[in-house]
């Protein structure tokens, strides 16, 4: 039940943040609504109006239904049908609302073409020069430089102190996996600040003080991340090394990791959104670019014309890929990959725990198998052997852990760091102590096998 409520409470705050996102996008920011340039005049007209309505219902229905699903889970017993069902239920909310967005914006375009509406510069990208040549941005990149050095710590210390023990390379991957998002931010620093240019105005002071608002405030957001995950890197090394023993108190440090960056990204982009709405509004001076032909349904971006890889989002936050370039095709389809691959790992999960396990002797060891992991222990390796009839409480340090399977690397109480492969839902189990003081612990599917399995194993060490 645990691990239920906490994916609740750590997945469900998605749903409301991803529709308040898109119900922003439903908005006016710089002349643009539902992806789609218009007159000033034009933003308010009844027709407009009335596809901004239509679409929000949509949005509001898809948020009824999403909120209901997560319920369910509170009603399956197996540990993987559950996981799967947040994987898959995350993927979806993640796009579903693009679907009225994108519908919404063909009908915008329908309309536009149909009433003839036109703005100053159209299929154009336009270039202010005097933003180009502005001051350098007041944040400096060697403000990463402390987070950095904090991120590479735990990875120094697993170089140091683990080479050639046997968790060296899982603490070694995941601690720098997870460190690497810090290296990542400098990078989108850089990418942040040589953008394009916000075009608002005929006046360059205007798109300029606009330009140095999104560059500062995106600026903060990547240094505040990279602090951030540092910390977070920091801390989640402690846990897999087990200085930290409190699962609960990781999850809850997971928790508030999330949020911040959360907090991070949506006060940058908010505030950007908020200074291009006060200047959009100066229609005395404003002007409005339309490059509707380059972002397709609203969503993508697509402009041959145009040098950089990534832009600034016309909807949601952060930046979007030119698809005009191949490295732009290769990203894009490496990413739909990525996020394909998360329901189907739920699936996965669900073929895991679905199978059994297979404990089999051969002429030399005994093998605890469970789809294509395999656990060997050859009868040479062997000191002794015996079982036991319930199972010590039981932490997972690198493995599956189900409530009928436990295949890994497994800190048992009073053992250490034990091999197993067993399911915990038996009641007998095998215990093998080997010559180098380590053990491993194995069950077949049914105690049944595993009675048969130890009778022949005394047999062949005698």
């Known amino acids: 039940m645990f691990i239920k409520i906490f994916l609740f409470v750590f997945s469900y705050p998605l749903l409301p943040i991803m529709y308040f996102i898109m119900k922003n996008e439903l908005d006016s920011h710089k002349n643009i609504i539902i992806g789609v340039t218009l007159p000033h005049e034009q933003l308010r007209n009844p027709d407009v109006v009335k596809i901004v309505a239509k679409t929000k219902k949509s949005m509001k229905r898809i948020t009824l239904v999403l909120a209901l699903i997560p319920l369910i889970s509170f009603f399956i017993n197996y540990e993987s049908i559950t996981f799967a069902l947040y994987l898959t239920w995350l993927t979806v909310a993640c796009f579903i609302y693009f679907i009225p967005f994108a519908k919404a914006n063909i009908k915008l375009h329908n309309l536009k073409k149909e009433h003839g509406w036109h703005v100053d510069e159209e299929d154009t990208t336009v270039i202010d020069l005097k933003v180009s040549l502005e001051e350098p941005n007041p944040l400096k990149k060697y403000w990463f430089l402390p987070a950095l050095v904090l991120t590479l710590i ?13 968790d060296f390379l899982f603490s070694l991957l995941t601690t720098a996996s997870i460190g690497f998002v810090t290296f990542l931010c400098p990078i989108f620093f850089h990418i942040s600040y040589r953008g394009k240019q916000e075009i608002v105005s005929r006046d360059s002071l205007k798109n300029q003080t606009l330009t140095r608002i999104r560059r500062y405030n995106w600026g903060k957001c990547w240094i505040a991340t990279a602090y951030t995950n540092a910390i977070y890197t920091i801390l989640f090394w402690l846990y897999i090394n087990h200085h930290i023993e409190n699962i609960i108190v990781f999850l809850t440090i997971t928790l508030f990791y999330t949020l911040f960056v959360l907090w991070w990204v949506l006060r940058a982009d908010f505030k950007v959104r908020l200074a291009q709405r006060q200047f959009s509004i100066q229609t005395d001076e404003s002007f409005t670019v339309d490059e509707d032909i380059y972002w ?4 993508c971006y697509y402009n041959p014309n145009d040098k950089h890889l990534l832009v600034h989002n016309r909807v949601g936050m952060a930046t979007d890929i030119n698809l005009a370039k191949p490295i732009g095709k290769v990203i894009m389809i490496l990413v739909a990959l990525m996020l394909l691959l998360i329901p189907i ?3 996965g999960m669900i073929l895991s725990q679905f199978s059994q396990i297979e404990l089999t002797l051969d002429e ?4 605890g198998k469970h789809l294509y992991d395999t656990y060997d222990v050859t009868f040479n390796e062997i000191q002794s052997i015996e079982t036991w009839d319930t199972l010590p409480d039981t932490s ?3 493995g599956t852990g189900f409530s009928n399977l436990l295949k890994g690397r497994f800190s048992i109480a009073g053992n250490g760091t034990c091999t197993v492969c067993l399911n915990p839902e038996n009641h007998l189990y095998i215990v093998i102590t080997k010559v180098d003081g380590k053990k491993c ?3 077949g599917a049914t105690d049944e096998d595993t009675v048969d399995i130890y009778n022949k194993l005394l047999e062949q060490i005698r």
């Open 154 to 166: 735990p990875i120094i210390i697993d170089l140091c102190t683990k080479i050639g023990k046997e």
């Open 296 to 299: 397709p349904y609203g969503l």
């Open 345 to 347: 790992s739920g699936v």
């Open 364 to 367: 030399d060891s005994i093998t």
């Open 396 to 398: 997972k340090e690198n």
């Open 441 to 443: 612990v194995f069950s």
